[in-house]
């Protein structure tokens, strides 16, 4: 299926070349088939296009944009701010859920086009809410440096900041109290978290705010039996802190009711299928209007009706650990002991406003609260955009993302490069990678567009790409670049590591130490 579906996103003859070749030959003929492409039109100025951020938004535009307009008319210069690539499909996918991770055997394979460059270890703009101060900066290169000479720039650099809830509310600054974006990071080798080291001894319940699909992936990992975490690719740090973790019992708690849950069923059945871990039913009084939706309930929703009232495999009883899902309970603030650490969570109960059964009923507070006792409460209430320098006039605060008319930025009219979004820079920080993919593909259609009828890379002023980057930055510049070929040495690295330990790799965590395996 797999294969099937990433054949359908090959041009025909290379299609061809590769299910009738061997793997080593395979690579050899596309580069030969690239090589005659960029001969035949050695003549005609290339259009030029610079991505920014290399997540699967960045690779799925890099790739549709190549395949479209053809290797030889075209240049793709990929930055990203870490020495090695991917994303969130390296830094957020769960490292249980490996199959995802099988779209980066499609970016490795668009890397190969020679008319596709990386430059890692290289920012663009600097971020307006710095928080890589605890890694060793990369190379900066300012946005207006690109426009003067690139075509058009291709805006996928994610979302790295959290929603944060208001900081009037009480204790929200309590240690033991983590971002789900932080701890994600964290168990994941991101170098901008390996110093949270969250503290996860002093005691048994966690309280996970949230009910997406981050906050199932947080509590998950919280449960799971440490040797299936072992033969993945989670750090060997976060193994050795989970390990000794104490957390027993995971509260998933959500301000709504479960039909308003945004989580979806496939995370919810992997809870209730992990090994020795247990499932308390949800009070009877909020499940009542779910429960007796009767046929109102569409396909999903009746699905997850079915899955709760199921409960896990293994009864909360028997169980080494357990989770539970709190509803409509919003979060009003934390309590603090003697040291300045979360001891409870306080929430507001509560009432849906309208239907029940329906995806978009809003609630409102009821007056009461509730005290939930924990030992540490990670934060899974969304990712927030950073608008680069150069573009914070294009953010918007409130949809939080680029303004943009299906991919093009909205607000970048002149006479420099134009300016697209792909991912969740445009759209916002939800969706899985297929519909960043589909995402990305309407992007780089809008470029092909723009190509064809000569509103980019037709004028008369010729852009240089890279080469004019470097003429205008002057011999006085001293850029450590991280190439395709040091990703790909580091990349060796990480997996002759892996070897030893019994998985697929083991990834470096900190950029001085990537940078030292290129030396
Ligand atoms: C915790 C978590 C788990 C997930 N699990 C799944 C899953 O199981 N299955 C699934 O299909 N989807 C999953 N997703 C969703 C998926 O990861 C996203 O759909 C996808 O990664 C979005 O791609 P993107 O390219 O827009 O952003 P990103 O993947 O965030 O890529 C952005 C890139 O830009 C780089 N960058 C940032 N700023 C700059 C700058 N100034 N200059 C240069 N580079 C920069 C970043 O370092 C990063 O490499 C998950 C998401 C999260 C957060």
């Not at 997406?212 to 449960?223: E, F, H, Q, S």
Request: glycine share 8%; net charge neutral; aromatic share 8%.
């Amino acid at each position: 299926m797999k294969t099937c579906f990433f054949l359908s996103m090959l041009t025909p003859s290379l299609r061809l070349s590769i299910l009738h070749t061997p793997t080593r030959m395979r690579v050899q003929q596309t580069c030969t088939l690239h090589k005659r492409r960029l001969l035949s039109s050695a003549v005609t100025p290339k259009l030029k296009v610079a991505v920014v951020g290399s997540g699967p938004a960045g690779f799925y535009t890099a790739y549709r944009i190549l395949e479209r307009i053809g290797e030889s008319s075209v240049t793709v210069d990929m930055f990203e701010k870490l020495p090695v690539p991917f994303g969130l499909a390296r830094f957020g996918v769960a490292p249980d859920h490996p199959e995802v991770k099988n779209c980066q055997e499609k970016f490795e394979e668009v890397a190969q086009s020679p008319s596709f460059q990386f430059f890692g270890n290289t920012a663009v703009g600097a971020s307006t809410t710095n928080t890589s101060s605890l890694i060793p900066a990369p190379n900066q290169i300012s946005l207006s440096l690109l426009r003067t000479n690139y075509d058009a720039i291709v805006l996928s650099y994610g979302a790295d900041a959290d929603k944060h809830l208001p900081s009037s509310l009480p204790g929200v600054h309590l240690s033991g109290i983590y971002s789900a974006r932080q701890f994600v990071g964290w168990y994941n080798g991101h170098p901008e978290f390996q110093h949270l080291d969250p503290d996860l001894l002093r005691g048994d319940t966690a309280v996970v705010v949230g009910h997406g699909n981050v906050a199932l992936d947080v509590a998950r990992i919280l449960l799971c039996d440490i040797d299936v975490l072992r033969k993945t690719d989670i750090t060997e740090h976060a193994i050795a802190a989970l390990s000794q973790s104490k957390i027993k019992h995971v509260k998933i708690v959500g301000r709504r009711g479960p039909a308003q849950a945004s989580f979806t069923n496939k995370e919810v059945r992997e809870l209730m299928t992990l090994d020795g871990v247990g499932f308390i039913q949800p009070a009877a009084d909020v499940m009542k209007p779910f429960a007796e939706g009767g046929k109102s309930l569409g396909r999903v929703a009746k699905r997850l009706l079915q899955l709760l009232q199921r409960g896990s495999t293994v009864k909360a009883g028997d169980a080494r650990k357990t989770f539970e899902f709190e509803f409509l309970k919003s979060p009003a603030g934390f309590i603090g002991d003697d040291n300045n650490q979360v001891s409870s969570a306080m929430f507001d109960i509560m009432e849906l406003q309208g239907d029940p059964l329906q995806k978009d009923t809003k609630v409102k507070a009821t007056g009461e609260t509730v005290e939930i006792p924990c030992a540490a409460s990670f934060l899974s209430i969304g990712y927030k955009i950073n608008p680069i320098s150069g573009v914070e006039e294009m953010y918007d605060d409130r949809a939080n993302h680029l303004t943009n008319d299906t991919g093009k930025v909205v607000g970048s009219e002149d006479n420099l490069a134009s300016l697209y979004a792909a991912g969740w820079t445009k759209r916002g920080p939800v969706g899985v990678i297929a519909e960043t993919m589909y995402d990305a593909f309407e992007t780089a259609e809008l470029i092909v567009k723009d190509f064809e009828s000569g509103l980019i890379g037709r004028g008369s002023s010729v852009r240089h790409g890279w080469q004019g980057v470097m003429s205008d930055l002057g011999s006085s510049s001293n850029l450590r670049i991280v190439s395709w070929q040091d990703w790909q040495k580091i990349d060796r690295s990480e997996r002759e590591m892996g070897t030893k330990l019994g998985k697929e790799r083991e990834k470096v965590t900190n950029v001085a130490e990537m940078l030292k395996i290129l030396e």
